[in-house]
């Protein structure tokens, strides 16, 4: 069982820039790809950002490529969403969530393959 904390969301003007940590507890964080993912209100959630166990592959949305990145330190159980030049369209619900496959794969980018999700933590961004 793993639980997942998300934290540092808030609001920033565009242009902007904020990190989004994800905290895990239990064992076992190493083995787990993680992925980030967003809701706007009134929209579906869309897949963001994820990264295998070993850190060794990154995938991206089209939308957030160049300006968002990233990362993790399996040492302290936590990812990492480093987002820069925010824009309005960015606000929304971001969650991170866990997956025991530890790589990357076609399915990544679907929410359905992950095992373990966090409660979310609110990005606005506006002037």
């Known amino acids: 069982q793993v639980q997942l904390v998300e934290s540092g969301g808030g609001l920033v003007q565009p242009g902007g820039s904020l990190r989004l940590s994800c905290a895990a507890s239990?064992?076992?964080?190493?083995?787990?790809?993680m992925g980030w993912f967003r809701q706007a209100p009134g929209k579906e959630r869309e897949f963001v950002a994820a990264?295998?166990?070993?850190?060794?592959?990154?995938y991206y949305a089209d939308s957030v490529k160049g300006r968002f990145t990233i990362s993790r330190d399996n040492a302290k159980n936590t990812a990492y969403l480093q987002m820069n030049s925010l824009k309005p369209e960015d606000t929304a619900v971001y969650y991170c969530?866990?997956?025991?496959?530890?790589?990357?794969?076609?399915?990544?980018?679907?929410?359905?393959?992950?095992?373990?999700w966090g409660q979310g933590t609110q990005v606005t961004v506006s002037s």
């Open positions: 969530a866990a997956d025991q496959t530890p790589i990357l794969y076609g399915r990544t980018k679907s929410g359905d393959v992950y095992d373990y």
């Open positions: 990264i295998s166990s070993s850190s060794r592959t990154t």
């Open positions: 239990g064992r076992s964080f190493s083995n787990y790809a």
